[in-house]
């Protein structure tokens, strides 16, 4: 992911609107700062996790279990619907996941073919120690954004 340092200024906004969005350069601007906003925001929150020996995509397997209120599990299938990511890259994540002992896999007993994937106690208290952080970083950049 790459960001732009420097936003254009609305001069070069300007000159651009005639020719490609007449009367829409305020729209446009507001925009370019939002994405810079939320940018930055997403930088914070990848240090944050990485200082924790985490990625985003890590947290938000261990975040979308979690937040289950009548299951303590979910199937791959099911993360990978909440999440919108595609089955080889939460592969990746959960064999990771599973590798720190921050996830717990077992056959479903329904369905030999399926995984039940579950939060270990280790995950859980990560959890707890991470999320005062998390929402600390979001709370400081909705002011802004």
Do not use: C, W
Not at 8 to 31: G, L
Not at 74 to 92: G, Q
Not at 117 to 145: C, M, N, W
């Amino acid at each position: 992911m790459f960001f732009l340092k420097e936003l254009p200024t609305q001069a070069m906004i300007n000159r651009y609107s005639e020719d490609y969005f007449p009367e829409r350069s305020e729209d446009v601007a507001k925009k370019l700062q939002g994405l810079r906003e939320y940018s930055t925001l997403i930088r914070k929150l990848e240090d944050y996790f990485a200082s924790h020996n985490l990625s985003q995509l890590r947290f938000l397997v261990m975040m979308v279990i979690d937040r289950e209120p009548d299951r303590d599990h979910l199937f791959a299938h099911e993360i990978t619907e909440r999440l919108d990511v595609s089955k080889p890259v939460l592969s990746r994540a959960i064999k990771k996941l599973i590798a720190a002992s921050l996830l717990s896999s077992k056959k479903d007993k329904q369905d030999a073919r399926a995984v039940l994937l579950s939060l270990t106690p280790t995950s859980k208290e990560l959890l707890r120690s991470i999320l005062p952080g998390y929402f600390d970083i979001l709370s400081a950049q909705s002011h802004s954004v």
